[in-house]
């Protein structure tokens, strides 16, 4: 499965090299937004919460998507949900907000979106954004397929880097440090 990924050597040779030096810059200055992550964690309870909710989008940049109230409102049910004991996957996420419009009756598919809802859920699990995407050379699914096989190509994508949970959290904040 993983062939048709890149795993740029010399990215990874990069990142080994000076991964004690990374790891010392978050920890000594402790970068905005590594407190900023920390507190949203620690305050995870608190998700019904507009002020939690503000932040949180803000942090994870849903505010630039132009998602509707009706979308944030179920994103925060959901992570609540999540937070109950429930079993939750991107997957499932994708296809469920996907139904509700982000504005004028038009749908988006917010797949890192969903990635980061699981993540908050369980720090274990990646993050699918932009540089991700990037450093695996993952070629986003077309719009012209339906929106299930968009989301089983990202699904296929996303177990993919599960494979790779001991790099995860560091990978996670050097991809929110860079």
Not at 48 to 70: C, F, M, P, V
Not at 111 to 125: A, G, P, V, Y
């Amino acid at each position: 499965m993983g062939d048709q990924w890149s795993r740029p050597a010399s990215a990874y040779d990069a990142i080994n090299r000076n991964i004690e030096r990374i790891l010392r810059s978050i920890q000594s200055g402790t970068p905005p937004h590594v407190t900023e992550y920390d507190w949203l964690i620690q305050n995870l309870h608190r998700v019904a919460e507009t002020d939690y909710q503000k932040r949180y989008k803000r942090y994870w940049r849903l505010n630039g998507a132009g998602l509707s109230q009706n979308y944030c409102q179920r994103y925060f049910q959901y992570l609540q949900f999540g937070l109950d004991g429930n079993v939750l996957d991107p997957g499932t996420l994708a296809y469920e907000l996907y139904q509700i419009p982000i504005n004028n009756n038009r749908r988006a598919l917010q797949f890192s979106f969903c990635t980061k809802l699981c993540h908050m859920l369980d720090r274990r699990l990646p993050i699918y954004d932009s540089n991700i995407r990037t450093f695996y050379a993952f070629k986003t699914p077309g719009y012209g397929l339906t929106v299930r096989q968009r989301i089983a190509q990202f699904m296929c994508f996303y177990c993919f880097m599960c494979q790779f949970r001991p790099l995860g959290n560091v990978f996670v904040h050097i991809t929110l440090v860079t």
